[in-house]
């Protein structure tokens, strides 16, 4: 179980510096500028990727697994799978931006257009599709 959960360290890590050296140079030639830049995890950081399946991908994927199924080791990865915590959008919304206890905020590095398309997407995949997406508007008011 130990193992298992440094392995996912390091993929996450892996996936963070590998993701980091493009998505920098990326943010730096065509991103867009977040509505509310705060320091986090590394100032001035960017996720490159726009679409909720890339982002999913290259940055949740690691923790919450590629079926969203979370994991469990030396620490809890919770399910995005069947969790009905996702059915009200802003709560997921208010997650990824502010982050909580094991959960790295991402308010700063990613928009509100990329925010909304990771929740729409974690909230349509893994056995769930909720009908109401999230909007830009709503992350926008989730990072006062
Ligand atoms: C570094 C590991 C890690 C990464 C990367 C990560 N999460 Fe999490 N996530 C967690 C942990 C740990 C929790 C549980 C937080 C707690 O204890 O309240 C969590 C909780 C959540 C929850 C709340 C689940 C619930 O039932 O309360 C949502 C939603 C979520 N994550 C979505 C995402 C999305 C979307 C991404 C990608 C943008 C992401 N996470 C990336 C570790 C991670």
């Known amino acids: 179980m130990i193992r298992k959960n440094k392995n996912l360290r390091t993929a996450f890590a892996m996936t963070l510096s590998a993701t980091l ?21 590394s100032a001035g950081f960017r996720f490159a990727e726009m679409t909720g399946e890339d982002l ?5 994927r690691a923790c919450h697994m590629q079926d969203g ?6 620490g809890t990865y919770p399910s995005l799978a069947g969790n009905g915590n996702l059915q009200a959008g802003g709560y997921p919304v208010t997650i990824v931006v502010n982050g909580q206890r094991g959960m790295p905020p991402f308010g700063a590095m990613m928009s509100d257009d990329q925010i909304a398309a990771v929740v729409n997407y974690v909230r349509t995949h893994f056995g769930k599709n909720f009908p109401d997406p999230v909007t830009a508007e709503d992350v926008k008011t989730a990072r006062r």
Do not use: D
């Open 21 to 41: 050296s493009l998505a920098s140079f990326m943010a730096y030639a065509q991103g867009p500028e977040p509505s509310a830049p705060r320091p986090a995890l």
């Open 56 to 60: 999913f991908a290259n940055v949740c």
């Open 69 to 74: 199924k979370g994991a469990i080791g030396a």
